[in-house]
């Protein structure tokens, strides 16, 4: 066993992450390190997702204006901080995302890296062209 990974339980997982969604690795991820998972924000795009489909599609934002999440998510990143901590977010886990991420500027800064960090993973990428595809439906403004 020389040179395994020792792994500890840093919080119970939500039903919907799966199995080993609270086991972090001592091979430099901490709790404090990475608190929302790839599948917690993937939630969070698919609540997007389905906020936009509510929309009629001529009253979206125009096709030609299209871009991921990433592009520009600053002002995005507060306005879900701030439905985690106004009870506004249908999430499953709200309580424990707003407990992670305070409602100010810092709060911020530490959910935009730490979404930087997971944009890679699949389900994360998955969510968020769904979210493109939805979202950006209307013509273009020029019409």
Partial sequence: LEGLA???IVRPPAPHCGPFAAVLCSVGVSAEDMPITPEQFAQTLENMTRAWEAVPEDQRLPKDEEKSFFDDCKQTC?????????????HPDRQDLAAEYPFDAAGCQKLMKDLYSIKEDPFVQAADLKLRLIKYTAPSRDN
Wanted: proline fraction near 0%; charge should be neutral; hydrophobic fraction near 25%.
């Fill in 6 to 8: 020792t792994c500890r």
């Fill in 78 to 90: 507060m306005e879900i901080i701030s439905r985690w901590h106004n009870g506004e977010s249908s």
